[in-house]
């Protein structure tokens, strides 16, 4: 997925699953982490570890649970981080970790990631293709987009969020 595609679901799946508007702003911020790190490979092998560490599920799962549980699985608030409340802390870094996580999901549904090794097998599926022009969407990913967004939208109406 783009850029750009994955902010927009990020931020409106974790708001409408959550009902925290705190915890998608967040989640939208950590959205493009796993490709912002691969810039700081060497430009000669980049392509080559593309989509291979950075990309790999394990340490940011077990990143974002250990924050989760530092946080005692609690969602962001404004209250509680304006109170400097540590918990509310964790949940920030937990729901930020979470966007990397969504935006491995995510290219994982238009190709393939790594599963348990990271140089080994990979999993995804191939439910779109992605454009050829850089930073372009393709029809396949606006129809997913928009999708998650409608869903997302009626999840935060239901929830009183957007009245």
């Known amino acids: 997925?783009?850029?750009?595609?994955?902010?927009?679901?990020?931020?409106?799946?974790?708001?409408?699953?959550?009902?925290?508007?705190?915890?998608?702003?967040?989640?939208?911020?950590?959205?493009?982490?796993?490709?912002?790190?691969?810039?700081?490979?060497?430009?000669?092998?980049r392509n080559r570890y593309h989509r291979k560490?950075?990309?790999?599920f394990v340490p940011w799962l077990l990143l974002a649970l250990f924050c989760f549980y530092r946080a005692q699985w609690n969602l962001p608030s404004v209250a509680v981080l304006m109170g400097g409340g540590e918990g509310a802390l964790w949940s920030c870094v937990a729901f930020w970790l979470m966007?990397?996580?969504?935006?491995?999901?995510?290219?994982?549904c238009c190709g393939k990631v790594p599963l348990l090794n990271p140089m080994r097998r990979s999993f995804g599926v191939h439910l779109f293709h992605m454009s050829s022009e850089m930073g372009e969407m393709s029809a396949g990913e606006m129809a997913f987009?928009?999708?998650v967004v409608l869903l997302s939208l009626a999840a935060w109406v239901k929830q009183g969020i957007m009245l």
């Open 145 to 147: 987009s928009l999708v």
């Open 53 to 56: 560490f950075t990309h790999w």
């Open 99 to 108: 966007g990397a996580l969504m935006h491995i999901l995510e290219d994982a």
């Open 1 to 45: 997925m783009t850029g750009r595609g994955h902010r927009l679901v990020t931020f409106m799946a974790v708001g409408g699953t959550t009902g925290s508007p705190l915890a998608a702003v967040f989640s939208l911020m950590g959205a493009a982490l796993p490709d912002t790190l691969e810039r700081f490979f060497p430009r000669r092998t």
